[in-house]
C-alpha cells in the first residue's frame, strides 16, 4: 500500500520581495510563513523549505536507525537526531548532516557506528537526496 503525503504552499510576490504560507496536511497548527530572506539569511521565526527538509531527513533517519538497531536485538531507549541542511543561494541544498545520540543498552561503539551507516544509506528519505553528501556524527549514550 503506498501512502501519499502532502503539504501546500501560497505564494504571493517575487522571490525577493514575496512571501508566501505552507500548510501541512497533517497539522492541526497553523500554516508555516515562508520568505527569501528567511532562506538566504537565515531566521528562528520564518521556516524555509530546507528546515522542512531537515525535519524530514531527521525523522526518517530516527526511524531508520530504531528500526536497525531492533533488528540488530539492541532496540533503543532513545534516539535523537538533529539533520542540518545547508543551502547556498545561487547554489542550491549542497549536504544535509545528520547528528545522532542514542541510548542503546548491549551495544558496542563500533556496532552502533555501522549501524547507523546503514541507517544514513537505507534511509528513504537519505536515497532521495542522493544527488548531496551527507554526513553522520553519531554519538552512543
Not at 505552507?22 to 497553523?30: I, P, T, W
Not at 536507525?65 to 531507549?77: D, I, K, V
Not at 548532516?97 to 548491549?106: D, F, M, Q
Not at 558496542?108 to 553522520?136: H, M, N, W, Y
Amino acid at each position: 500500500m503506498s501512502v501519499t503525503s502532502e503539504a501546500t504552499t501560497s505564494w504571493a510576490g517575487s522571490l525577493t520581495d514575496g512571501s508566501g504560507q505552507v500548510a501541512l496536511e497533517s497539522s492541526n497548527q497553523g500554516p508555516l510563513a515562508v520568505n527569501w530572506k528567511a532562506r538566504s539569511e537565515g531566521s528562528t521565526s520564518v521556516t524555509t523549505p530546507e528546515e522542512l527538509l531537515a525535519a524530514s531527513h531527521s525523522a526518517c533517519f530516527s526511524m531508520a536507525l530504531s528500526h536497525a538497531l531492533s533488528q540488530n536485538g539492541t532496540p533503543p531507549e532513545s534516539v535523537e537526531t538533529t539533520a542540518s541542511v545547508t543551502f547556498i543561494p545561487g547554489t542550491g541544498i549542497t549536504g544535509s548532516h545528520l547528528n545522532v545520540n542514542a541510548t542503546v543498552p548491549g551495544l558496542s561503539a563500533e556496532d552502533f557506528a555501522r549501524l547507523a551507516d546503514e541507517a544514513k544509506t537505507g534511509c528513504p528519505v537519505s536515497q532521495a537526496l542522493a544527488g548531496i553528501e551527507i554526513t553522520l556524527e553519531a554519538t552512543l549514550a
